[in-house]
């Protein structure tokens, strides 16, 4: 059974730092690369980052590019989101979302979220 | 950017209604549109990809069509699950964007 479980979301300070994790079994790995995609309260679907099944290609949506850095460990199936310098507008659910490395690119499995409030 | 515009964003409608939601990228992006659904509260589930392929699993009554800049996403046959938010989202470039949601609300 494919599954994508995400952690470390918590109530944070702005102009702090986060770190987000999201574990992956049942699938192989490689074969996808990992997304992460929020979503403000109340708000549609934003994607954040994603990083290529090798780890060599990575992209940010302009609203993080030069906060938030994507990572991921191939033996421990893990993908990693770094957030700093946070700001009250990245207040959302992160879900972590694999999509197939060729046709058809979509997001077919995502995980449950884990939510990121910044607030003084 | 590639911007996705959704119509409407929201809609009544009772069970049994066929309801279509449309969406439109700023560019074209031949078939790769892909549709999700998301119940409240819950995660978001793939529907319909390149524009119109089933996801394994669900149930007939979705169905998608379009190419390049105009595409539409079909619910025949309304039923209680179905009530909920749809995006479609474009798989053409990065980055992957989404449309603003349409919000299928009971009658």
């Known amino acids: 059974e494919v599954q994508l479980v995400e952690s470390g979301g918590d109530f944070v300070q702005p102009g702090g730092s986060l770190t987000l994790s999201c574990a992956a079994s049942?699938?192989?790995?490689?074969?996808?690369?990992m997304n992460w995609v929020r979503q403000a309260p109340g708000k549609g679907l934003e994607w954040v980052s994603y990083i290529d099944e090798t780890g060599t290609a990575i992209a940010y949506a302009d609203s993080v590019k030069g906060r938030f850095t994507i990572s991921r460990d191939v033996a421990k199936k893990l993908v990693y989101l770094q957030m700093s310098d946070l700001r009250a507008e990245d207040t959302a659910i992160y879900y972590c979302?694999?999509?197939?490395?060729?046709?058809?690119?979509?997001?077919?499995?995502w995980g449950q979220g884990t939510l990121v409030t910044v607030s003084s | 950017d590639i911007q996705m515009t959704q119509s409407p964003s929201s809609l009544s409608a009772s069970v049994g209604d066929r309801v279509t939601i449309t969406c439109r990228a700023s560019?074209?992006?031949?078939?790769?549109l892909n549709w999700y659904q998301q119940r409240p509260g819950k995660v978001p589930k793939l529907l319909i990809y390149?524009?119109?392929s089933l996801q394994s699993g669900v149930p007939s009554r979705f169905s998608g069509g379009g190419s390049g800049t105009h595409f539409s996403l079909t619910i025949s046959g309304l039923q209680p699950e179905d009530f909920a938010t749809y995006y479609c989202?474009?798989?053409?470039?990065?980055?992957?964007?989404f449309g603003g949601g349409t919000k299928v609300e009971i009658k």
């Open positions: 979302a694999r999509r197939y490395i060729r046709t058809p690119r979509n997001f077919d499995y």
């Open positions: 390149t524009a119109s």
């Open positions: 560019q074209n992006i031949d078939t790769y």
């Open positions: 049942g699938f192989t790995f490689l074969n996808y690369e």
């Open positions: 989202q474009q798989s053409y470039n990065t980055p992957p964007t």
